[in-house]
């Protein structure tokens, strides 16, 4: 609980809260500088901000030399823990590990369920979205924002992107909302994520081929993808 109060009340700061989303969704080191000049703050304030989100360990810091003599540079990245802020606290992700592994005990039938289960609240999801319903009205910028804020409010914090040419839009996820869980299983969440997905677009979309490109735990930057309309 004490852990919880310490948390919120750092992330209670708008602008603390903001740049904890901006290093989340650059996922790559950032330096003061680089913050000061993203928020337009002194330095010596992004720094305060900074220190703060590292005492919760939100984020890690590691010193880095410049190469050019003097001290050396302080470098800030996401910590791989995962924020859980609950009122009691209730173990949501041992939950999740067993029904993960109790899946996996089941061999391709369980595989099959988390697939379908995947893609099933996948649509459930857009259903905060009664436009969604809409699509012979809705242009493809109004599909492409309400595919952005349904991810963001995942916390995927994703970016989408419309070819016109090719009738494809192509995205990356920034942040793995099932992180922990993929660590130990990540093929089996990745395809349950990847139809969840694939739920999302079907309720916008007809006959979507949804194609990943890269995936973070099979080392790249992000995770992304092309969707073929």
């Known amino acids: 609980m004490e852990k919880t109060l310490k948390i919120t009340n750092v992330l ?7 740049i904890y989303q901006y290093i989340v969704k650059e996922h790559h080191e950032v330096n003061v500088t680089e913050i000061a000049e ?19 360990k939100l984020i890690n810091s590691f010193s880095q030399k410049t190469g050019k003599g003097g001290r050396p540079s302080r470098k800030y990245l996401l910590s791989d823990g995962v924020v859980e802020l609950n009122f009691p606290h209730r173990d949501y992700k041992l939950l999740s590990t067993i029904l993960i ?22 649509t459930k999801v ?31 914090y994703p970016d989408f992107k419309y070819d016109a040419k ?39 979309f007809t006959d979507v081929d949804l194609i990943e490109i890269e995936n973070m735990f099979q080392g790249c930057e992000n995770c992304s993808y092309v969707a073929k309309l």
């Open 166 to 204: 090719a009738n494809s839009i192509s995205f990356q996820i920034h942040n793995c909302p099932f992180k922990e869980l993929a660590t130990k299983n990540h093929t089996m969440i990745c395809n349950m994520h990847n139809a969840f997905l694939k739920g999302m677009f079907d309720t916008l």
């Open 38 to 56: 993203a928020f337009d703050i002194h330095p010596n304030v992004a720094r305060l901000h900074l220190s703060k989100l590292e005492d919760v």
């Open 101 to 122: 592994e109790a899946f996996i005990n089941l061999g391709e039938e369980g595989r099959q369920a988390l697939h379908e289960t995947g893609r099933k609240y996948g």
């Open 12 to 18: 209670s700061d708008p602008t603390r809260f903001n």
């Open 126 to 156: 857009m259903e905060h979205y009664p436009s969604a319903r809409l699509t012979d009205t809705l242009t493809m910028e109004q599909k492409i924002t309400i595919l952005n804020d349904a991810g963001t409010m995942l916390g995927m």
